[in-house]
């Protein structure tokens, strides 16, 4: 089974002698791959890589011309990221510490068995497949905590310093990572406020606290021209070979801190309106005569006095149809014959 995307692996093969070359690419046919090219030089190499793109390289490590196999793998590795295995006939010191530097991922004494080469390939294809699974990884989880503005960070319990700090920090607080040097740097950070429960809950989470056990706060801090900045902090127990550290995550929660501040002030505001709302509720005494409305003290109030002191209604006086009509016909017995 191929480790690499579809279709057959491509094998780029650099053998300066033509009877060896010619031997390896009929041994990787029969194996099922695919040659993309055979090449005799360190620059034909070079050339042919950045042409044909093969998943792999068979390189051999003495090459005629000036540019030997080590080079040029360490320029097909650099530019192009694509796998390579050392082939030689040679596997002294001095060539071995060179060809390790350029981090090949196999290495093949001539002549080798049929088993052996794809063996090899198979192993450098699968060790480079997951290589590149695990940068996409790391970039996608970076990309993540950008995105998110979280900084990761790690403390020594031991030294009490931090032996790693995000670069995201910057951008949050305004201090760089090298500058986060120890628990001394971080405690100055946080508002004044906030820093003494703040840093007993964290001592007290070390002090009791179990490994792997994860902690959240929120607290405040302020960045380097003193801006109040919210932060959510999760944090996490570990130990490796024996050293106790921290590890966690700085989250800027500072928008989202305002909104809610803003929206417990508009309903504390909302509240406050409504209890200077006045309500008229229950029976009400009233006079069935002169209609003055008794309030809870005895004391008999005129209508308009009782309404305007039990709710924030006002009064605009005027005369209803039914009493203009009865006063006028009043009127007209009291004064026979004018109108």
Not at 14 to 23: M, Q, S
Not at 257 to 266: I, P, V
Request: a negative charge; charged letters at 30%.
């Amino acid at each position: 089974m191929k480790l690499i995307p579809e279709g057959p692996t491509r094998v780029l093969v650099v053998e300066d002698e033509g009877i060896v070359a010619r031997d390896i690419t009929n041994i990787l046919v029969r194996l099922g791959y695919e040659v993309a090219a055979a090449v005799f030089s360190g620059e034909e190499a070079v050339d042919a890589a950045e042409r044909a793109r093969p998943h792999l390289v068979l390189m051999d490590v003495v090459l005629q011309g000036e540019m030997d196999g080590i080079t040029a793998a360490h320029h097909i590795r650099e530019a192009l990221d694509i796998p390579v295995i050392y082939l030689t006939a040679y596997a002294d010191h001095g060539t071995l510490e060179r060809a390790k530097f350029t981090q090949p991922y196999g290495y093949l004494l001539k002549p080798f068995e049929e088993v052996d080469l794809r063996f090899s390939i198979e192993m450098a294809l699968y060790k480079h497949h997951m290589e590149t699974e695990l940068r996409r990884s790391r970039e996608q989880y970076k990309s993540l905590l950008e995105s998110a503005g979280a900084a990761p960070w790690e403390l020594d319990l031991g030294s009490m310093a931090f032996t790693y700090m995000g670069h995201q920090v910057t951008a949050m607080l305004g201090y760089p990572p090298e500058e986060w040097t120890d628990f001394t740097f971080w405690q100055g950070c946080i508002h004044p406020h906030d820093a003494p429960w703040v840093v007993k809950t964290c001592l007290d989470a070390i002090r009791l606290g179990r490994d792997r056990e994860t902690h959240e706060i929120e607290y405040r801090m302020l960045s380097r021209g003193g801006r109040e900045v919210w932060v959510r902090d999760i944090v996490t127990l570990a130990r490796e070979e024996g050293v106790r550290k921290l590890r966690g995550f700085f989250f800027d929660i500072t928008r989202r801190k305002q909104a809610e501040m803003e929206r417990e002030r508009l309903i504390a505001e909302l509240q406050d309106a409504l209890g200077k709302i006045k309500t008229l509720r229950g029976l009400l005494p009233i006079c069935a005569w002169c209609k003055r409305i008794r309030d809870d003290h005895g004391y008999w109030n005129q209508v308009e006095s009782y309404v305007q002191e039990h709710s924030e209604a006002e009064f605009t006086h005027g005369m209803c149809p039914e009493c203009e009509a009865r006063l006028q016909g009043e009127l007209d017995e009291t004064l026979p014959g004018e109108g």
